[in-house]
């Protein structure tokens, strides 16, 4: 089934993101199916230089930014707001980097989610704190090298498995998306619109520079997380309904994670040995998310 | 005839949000502040008061919400103490930054560690320089009072400044005084509905708090402090206008027999309070003492301060807090005040109750017994285990 994506653009040119980033094609998306009655909200992350500056705004809703930390309970707080002094139906958007997220930002979002606050969280994750130049966070997966995670001895750790985390508050609804697949974002958007509560958003966004690709392989780079099942597509509604929605099943089976892998300089130093072990790692993840979604 | 109920400074302080139609709170509980959210969540479920109320799991986040709903144009209310203030203070400086008039209740208790409870003005001034108005109470009716008042003023174009009402745990927190209860027509007509010049609005769309070069961030802190220049202007019509219906009259200080007085002291909240029956025994016995407690801390109040204290041959100042290697926070402010005048009286810096012991009448005629028989110093300790 083909989606319409709506036309109307809700953000101008001329704003400052960096060639082919990914945050700034998410943002894009979103808004043109959220549409103008949104509010949105801005923690510290690219977005927060992306809009600006002063007295500039890219964006064509009205915006908050907020302090690191608070992108879920500044939202919260927005959506109260409306509710007593404005329009109870606006739509109150919490839009924030992997590190807002991941990171510092994650008690807040806890606490939002907890209470079931009527609003949108996103995490537009670019897999580090980018704005920043290149910092790991807890969204950098295994064995990439950051300015803190430097080659001679890069991540040692897992990606954080935040949506899972998220899953256990029991939220409405929570949906993964890429921006390589901007008609699924849209239908998962449209449903989200629909849902009254917390509604969990978590989009795939190559970050050029960050990455060390090319800025016209953002795409590229962003089909093959899905296709290798890097960053599989689902749905997870109530916490506990998953759905997988891979865009092409069939052309997706058994692509293994090598050229995705190889394609990126910040894994440019990784052997065989550690691409195989990312590749056991993704397999087990794919396997489980297939057994929680009774595939 | 009024309506009078018995209230803790706490509950007083929810009756002050409910006379005030708040429409979002946001807290999260301390003590000794819990009361105050507490009566007003049953408010809100009970129908008292229709407002949201944000149950969040931090102060950190009380003030992020509150900050999010004050910029899409509600009434907002919060309260903390102590270690929830300090963990607001990166929101503090947000609230001022974006121009929003949140009010706060904020019960003095001093910092840990080591874990206490009680009352110390240390964590409230320590925010001094975040650009709250602060505004430090010594009544239960002062407390009740100084919500309405808070939102007139905070609220005004000219100010858009958020506001802390400060009071004494336990001292005033919990001790029940009688409270007149203003009549909420009267309230009304007092305190319109929150009107911002700009707010999160998705018909007239803008955005709040974007990236800013030193082009123009320089311009926005001199606005900050014209609004606090502007805001003793409308401190006082808020006050004149406040006595003139409900008949209770507020300055930026309170003078207590500080006309022909010779040695004045300078105190804040229940000390001050206190220290009157001090001033009458000292009085009984010949001694020409006067008593200035200052209500405003944020906006200093200069010009009130300098008229009052010009002709005194000694000044007190009592505080109860400390600036580690600095001394007392309101005796510098005090002295700073009387750099220019002519007449230069000598400033003693008091440190006493520190940590909530109690400053009793007697402690305070001790003080002016020191003052008469040595010479100022910037810190002298009082009944402090040396």
Redesign the interface.
Known sequence: MIYTIPQKELINPGHLACQGCGGALALRTVLKTLG????L?FPACCW??I???????A?????????F??AA???????????????PN?ISVAWAGDGGTFDIGI??L??AA??NEDMFYFVYDNEAYMNTGVQRSSATPKGAWTTTTPTQSPKKERKKDLVSIIAAHAVPYIATACVAYPEDLTKKLEKAKKIKGFKFFHIFAPCPPGWKINPQDTIRIAKMAVENKMFPLFEIEDGEKYTINMPNPKKEKNVPVNEYILKQGRFRHLKEDDINEIQAFVDKRWEKLKKLAEI | MSTQKVLMGNHALSWGAVTSRV??I?AYPITPQTQVVELLSEMCTDGTLD??F?????E??AM?????????????FTATSAQGLALMH??LH?AVGGRLPVVMGNINRAMAPPWTIWTEQTDSLSQRDTGWLQVYASSNQEVYDSVLMAYKIAENRKVSLPMMIVLDAFFLSHTSENVIMIDQNKADAYLPK?DPEF????KN?????????PD?YMELRYNIQKGMDDSYQVIRDAQSEFKSVFGRDYGMVEEYKCEDADVILVGMATAASTGKESIDILRNKGVKAGLLRIRYFRPFPFEDVRRVLKNAKQILVLDRNLSPGLGGITFQEVKSAMYNEKNKPPIYGFIMGLGGRDITVESITNLFEHAKKNDPQDIIWMEVKK
Not at chain 1, 36 to 39: A, G
Not at chain 1, 73 to 87: E, F, L, N, S
Not at chain 2, 64 to 76: D, E, F, L, V
Not at chain 2, 205 to 213: D, K, R
């Open positions: 103008e009655n949104t509010i909200t927060s230089v809009d600006g500056p002063f007295p500039y705004s964006v064509k809703v009205p915006l908050f930014h907020t302090a930390e608070t309970v500044t939202a919260a707080g927005v959506k109260a707001g409306v509710k007593k002094a404005q329009d606006t008690q807040a806890s606490g907890e209470r | 429409q979002v946001s407002a949201e944000i149950k969040v799991e931090s950190h986040s992020a919400a509150c900050i999010g709903a004050s910029a899409a144009g509600a009434r907002t990166e929101m947000w929150y707010k999160l609005d998705v769309p803008h955005t709040f708090g974007g990236l800013t070069t123009w």
